[in-house]
């Protein structure tokens, strides 16, 4: 917070999660939402460093706006691959397949195993955080993603994890037709590093929206969308 006396003046909101990448713990702090009141914004920038000041971290910064992307360049956040398709939600019938898409809480405990399992009950209850699992032929893929907004129009789903993506591949346009049937949405923001491939019939967004980072410890193929804003924070 910056605060002056009992009046704070503004706040930078992070989330912070302890990560095992490969053999290790990491910790990292999700960069958020970032408000300093009119008269007071020359002090902005204090808050940023005082939250960069903290050792030990890996930072994400997943959803900066325009005038924060060329700052975090230059207090070296390095760009996440975002290549984004744009996928159609056509209705595709399930009729002489074996593939199940299940939802329900009781269904999905039931179903996820492992880390994905831990993954969801650590999620279940993130307010922009939706879940589905698709099952086929003894195997099982969990599927996280948000609601999301392009031009004012709520309209899509972006999808934030998958846990089986050779699977997903298999199954993906039953999972779009889910999105279509059981949510409401007409298409799918799918990115590449998220889902591991192309989706068929899909188009490429020509400027997809930046996500960034800082680690001297993390990859970008390390750095996921899970304990985040954008599972926790709806818009």
């Known amino acids: 917070m910056l605060v002056d006396g009992e009046r704070v003046l503004g706040a930078y909101v992070a989330f912070y999660s302890q990560r095992r990448v490969d053999d290790r713990l990491e910790n990292f702090c999700n960069l958020s939402a970032w408000c300093v009141l009119e008269a007071y914004r020359a002090h902005g920038l204090r808050l940023l460093r005082a939250m960069l000041a903290q050792d030990g971290y890996t930072f ?23 290549a984004t398709a744009l996928v159609p939600n056509w209705p595709w019938p399930r009729s002489g397949t074996r593939l199940r898409i299940v939802s329900d809480p ?10 994905d399992l831990e993954i969801y009950r650590d999620h ?3 307010p922009a955080a939706h879940h589905l699992a698709v099952i086929a032929d003894g195997e099982c893929c969990y599927v996280m993603f948000r609601r999301d907004s392009r ?12 846990g089986n993506p050779a699977l997903f591949e298999r199954a993906a346009r039953h999972v779009y037709s889910h999105l279509l049937t059981h ?8 990115e590449t590093r998220v889902v591991r491939s192309r989706p068929k019939y899909s188009i490429l967004l020509p400027s997809p929206r930046p ?5 001297n410890r993390v990859s970008s193929s390390q750095v996921d969308y899970l304990y985040s804003e954008l599972t926790c924070v709806p818009w």
């Open 106 to 115: 009781a269904t999905l405990e039931s179903s996820l195993k492992g880390r």
């Open 124 to 126: 279940a209850a993130a």
């Open 60 to 82: 994400t910064d997943l959803s900066p706006s325009g005038n924060v992307v060329p700052l975090n360049a230059r207090l070296n956040f390095q760009h996440l691959d975002t």
């Open 151 to 162: 031009k004012r129009l709520r309209l899509f789903a972006s999808i934030l994890h998958v």
């Open 183 to 190: 949510h409401g949405v007409v298409a799918t923001l799918a």
């Open 211 to 215: 996500k960034m980072f800082r680690s």
